[in-house]
C-alpha cells in the first residue's frame, strides 16, 4: 500500500510540481527506504527461516532504519538555515548523519550487491583519510564536519540533484514501465513478432530480439527484462534447436539493446536531456541510428548462425494467426509510447508525458481480460512501480555520496587526469580506458543510476577532446548498459542462465559475441558524430559511416558464425576479421582497403552461392 501511495505522490509532482525541497527530498527519501526494507528486510534478502535469526534480522533493520531516520530529522530540523547557511551542527549531528551515511550504503549494498555499495564506502573513506594517499589521489584533507557537511546535510550529496530528477521526473516513468508490463501485452507483442519474423532462419529468435528489445525500452531494469519476457522467448529458441547457451544469449543481448532503444531507454533518455541542457527529442533522434545499427548486427548474427546450424525457417502452418483480439492487446503497448512521443512533440514536460502515458496504460489495459476480471491488479502494478522506483532512489541517494565526494575532494578531475596521463592525446586509447571504466562501474547496476555515476566519473576523459557532449553521453551509456551481460557479474546472462537451463559464463561468452558490434557502435559515433542524427550534419559522413558499419557487420557476422553462403573456413574467417578491422582504423585509404576487401568477399559469396544453386536445379 505504502508503495502505491509513493506512485501517487509521483503523480502528484509530475501533474503539480514539489514544494520546499529542504522538506521534500528528504521526508520522500526516507519514504523510499521505509519501502524498500519492508517490502525486502534483511531476513528475506538471506532467506532466514529460524525465529531467533529472523528476529535477530530485524532488530538490524531496525537500528539501520532508526539511524537513517533520525539523520533525516535533523537534516529537516536545521531545513530553514541551509538557505543562509547559518546553521552549525555539533559533534552529535556528525555523528548521526555518518551512521545514516553507513545505514544507506548497507541498504544498498543489499539491493544493488558490492559495486556500488563499495564505492560509495571507499569515497566516504578517501574523503578522510585521502590526505595520506601518495601521487594525483592526494587531497587536502577534510575534518569529519566538512566531509559530512557536504554528503549529508545540504544539496549537494544525497539529497542533491539525483534525488530531485528521480523525484520530480523519473519516478513517474519507473511506476509507467511496471505499469506497461502489468497490463498484458506481452503474449500479444511476442505473437506478432513471431509472425512478422518467422520466414526468417532462426525465425523464434528473430522474434525474441523484436519483443524483447520492445519491452526493455520501457524497463529500466535489464534482468527484470529477461526474467519477464524470457520465459517465453527462451523455449522457443531451445524448441527451433538452438543451444541453451545461444538462446539465453540472445534474451540477454535483446533485453540489454532495450535500454538503448527510444523513445523512453530505460529512463535514461530524459535524464540525459536533463543533464546536457538538450531537448528529449533531440536526444531520442541522436539514439536512433545507433540503435537500430546495434538491431541489425544482433539479427544478422543470429540470422548467420540460424544458417550455420541448419536451422530452417517457421513453416508457415506453425506461424500464429494474429486475431483481433492480439491487434487490440498491442494498443496497450502502442498507444502508451505514442502517448509519450506525442505529449513531448506539443512542448508539453517530459513529467507531464509520463503521467499521461501511465494513464493510457491503465485505461487500455481493460482490453485484457485478465485486468477486466481483477482490475485491482493495476493497483498492485501501481504499488509494484512505487516499490521499485523506492529501490531506484536507494541507489541515487548512494551516487550522492559519491558525487558529493568527487565535489569535495577533485576526485573526478583526478581520474580524468590520469586518464589523460595513460591516454595522452590519443582519443582512441583514451576512448578504450573510459570504455573499461564504465564497463567496472555499471557492473551489478540498473541501466538508470549506471549511467549516471559513469558520465559524472568517466565523462570528463573523453570532453577534453572536444567530442560533442550527447556523442560523450551516448558513449558512456552504450558501455554501462553492456556490462549487463560482461563478466564476471553479467546479471544479464545470470539471469538468463536459470531459464536456458545454461552455464551463466557460457551464456555471458555466447551475447558478448551476439553483442560485438554493439561495443563497436560507440567508438564510430565519437569519431564520426554525423551518425547521431542531429549532432553532426555532414550527410557525405554519415553515409559513409552506415557503409563502414554495414560492411564492419557482415565481416563480423559471418566470421564469428563461421558462416556466409557456406561454412568458412579459418583463412575464411581471418580474411572477413581482418577487414572489419582495417574500416574500422581511422584513415581514408586504409578504410578504402578495407572495404574493397570486404566487397570482394561479399560477392564471393553471392557468386558461390549462385553456382551451387545452378548444381542444385
Known amino acids: 500500500m505504502v508503495g502505491a501511495v509513493l506512485a501517487m505522490l509521483a503523480i502528484y509532482v509530475a501533474l503539480f510540481g514539489t514544494f520546499d525541497p529542504a522538506y521534500h527530498r528528504p521526508l520522500f527519501f526516507a519514504a523510499c527506504v521505509l519501502v524498500a526494507v519492508l517490502v525486502r528486510p534483511l531476513a528475506v534478502v538471506y532467506n532466514v527461516r529460524k525465529r531467533e535469526l529472523v528476529a535477530i534480522c530485524w532488530m538490524i533493520d531496525l537500528v539501520l532504519l532508526g539511524v537513517l531516520l533520525l539523520g533525516i530529522q535533523r537534516f529537516v530540523a536545521s531545513a530553514a538555515n541551509l538557505q543562509n547557511m547559518l546553521v552549525s551542527y555539533s559533534l552529535e549531528d556528525q555523528l548521526i548523519a555518518l551512521g545514516a551515511l553507513i ?44 566531509t559530512i557537511e557536504g554528503m549529508w546535510y545540504g544539496f549537494t550529496g544525497v539529497f ?13 516513468y519507473i511506476v509507467f514501465g511496471v505499469m506497461l508490463e502489468a497490463t498484458g501485452a506481452g503474449p500479444a507483442l511476442i505473437r506478432m513478432a513471431i509472425r512478422a519474423t518467422g520466414r526468417i532462419a532462426g525465425g523464434p529468435a528473430h522474434s525474441a530480439i523484436l519483443a524483447s528489445m520492445l519491452f526493455g525500452t520501457m524497463s529500466g531494469s535489464v534482468t527484470a527484462n529477461v526474467a519477464g519476457t524470457g520465459a517465453f522467448t527462451i523455449p522457443m529458441i531451445k524448441n527451433r534447436g538452438f543451444s541453451p547457451a545461444f538462446a539465453g544469449a540472445v534474451e540477454a543481448a535483446a533485453s540489454t539493446g532495450g535500454q538503448i532503444i527510444p523513445p523512453v531507454m530505460g529512463a535514461v533518455a530524459f535524464l540525459m ?3 546536457t541542457g538538450t531537448s528529449y527529442l533531440l536526444i531520442c533522434l541522436a539514439a536512433l541510428l545507433p540503435a537500430m545499427l546495434y538491431v541489425a548486427g544482433l539479427f544478422c548474427a543470429v540470422y548467420f548462425e540460424a544458417k550455420s546450424l541448419g536451422i530452417k525457417p517457421t513453416p508457415k502452418d506453425e506461424l500464429p494467426v494474429l486475431t483481433r483480439d492480439d491487434w487490440l492487446r498491442s494498443l496497450m503497448f502502442i498507444v502508451p509510447v505514442i502517448t509519450v512521443i ?66 569535495l575532494t577533485g576526485l573526478g578531475l583526478s581520474f580524468a587526469q590520469s586518464v589523460a596521463a595513460i591516454g595522452g592525446d590519443n582519443l582512441f586509447l583514451s576512448l578504450v580506458l573510459t570504455a573499461l571504466g564504465c564497463l567496472v562501474l555499471g557492473m551489478g547496476m540498473p541501466t538508470l543510476p549506471a549511467y549516471l555515476i559513469i558520465v559524472l566519473v568517466m565523462g570528463p576523459a573523453i570532453e577534453r577532446f572536444g567530442v560533442p557532449t550527447i556523442a560523450v553521453h551516448m558513449f558512456v551509456l552504450y558501455f554501462g548498459v553492456l556490462s549487463a551481460i560482461t563478466p ?12 536456458a537451463h545454461a552455464n551463466p559464463l557460457m ?12 561495443f563497436i557502435i560507440p567508438f564510430l559515433f565519437v569519431f564520426n558524430p554525423s551518425l547521431l542524427l542531429g549532432v553532426g550534419s555532414d550527410p557525405v559522413e554519415l553515409f559513409w559511416g552506415l557503409l563502414r558499419i554495414a560492411a564492419v557487420i557482415w565481416a563480423l557476422t559471418t566470421a564469428f558464425s563461421g558462416y556466409g553462403s557456406r561454412p568458412l573456413t579459418m583463412i575464411d574467417r581471418g580474411l572477413r576479421i581482418s577487414a572489419a578491422i582495417l574500416l574500422m582504423v581511422k584513415g581514408t585509404s586504409i578504410e578504402l582497403i578495407g572495404l574493397a576487401l570486404v566487397g570482394l568477399l561479399f560477392f564471393g559469396d553471392k557468386i558461390f552461392a549462385r553456382r551451387r544453386r545452378i548444381a542444385s536445379e
Not at 542533491?160 to 513517474?172: K, R
Not at 508525458?353 to 481480460?369: D, E, Q, R, W, Y
Not at 564476471?488 to 531459464?499: D, G, K, Q, S, T
Open 488 to 499: 564476471p557479474v553479467a546479471l544479464a546472462a545470470f539471469a538468463a542462465a536459470p531459464i
Open 103 to 146: 545505514a544507506l550504503i548497507e541498504f544498498t549494498r543489499r539491493e544493488f550487491g558490492l559495486g556500488l555499495s563499495l564505492f560509495s564506502a571507499l569515497t566516504l573513506i578517501y574523503c578522510f583519510f585521502g590526505e595520506s594517499l601518495p601521487g594525483v589521489f592526494q587531497h587536502a584533507g577534510f575534518t569529519m564536519g566538512q
Open 342 to 407: 506525442g505529449v513531448m512533440a506539443t512542448g508539453r514536460s517530459p513529467a507531464m508525458a509520463g503521467v499521461l502515458a501511465t494513464i493510457s496504460a491503465m485505461v487500455f489495459g481493460f482490453l485484457n481480460p485478465e485486468i477486466r476480471r481483477a482490475p485491482q491488479n493495476l493497483m498492485y502494478a501501481l504499488a509494484q512501480g512505487g516499490v521499485a522506483g523506492s529501490k531506484i532512489m536507494i541507489a541515487v541517494g548512494a551516487i550522492g555520496i559519491i558525487i558529493a565526494g568527487m565535489n
Open 160 to 172: 542533491g540533484m539525483p534525488v530531485a530528477v528521480v523525484i520530480e521526473l523519473l519516478f513517474i
Open 273 to 275: 536531456a536533463q543533464l
Open 507 to 518: 551464456v555471458s561468452l555466447v551475447s558478448i559475441r551476439l553483442t560485438l558490434v554493439g
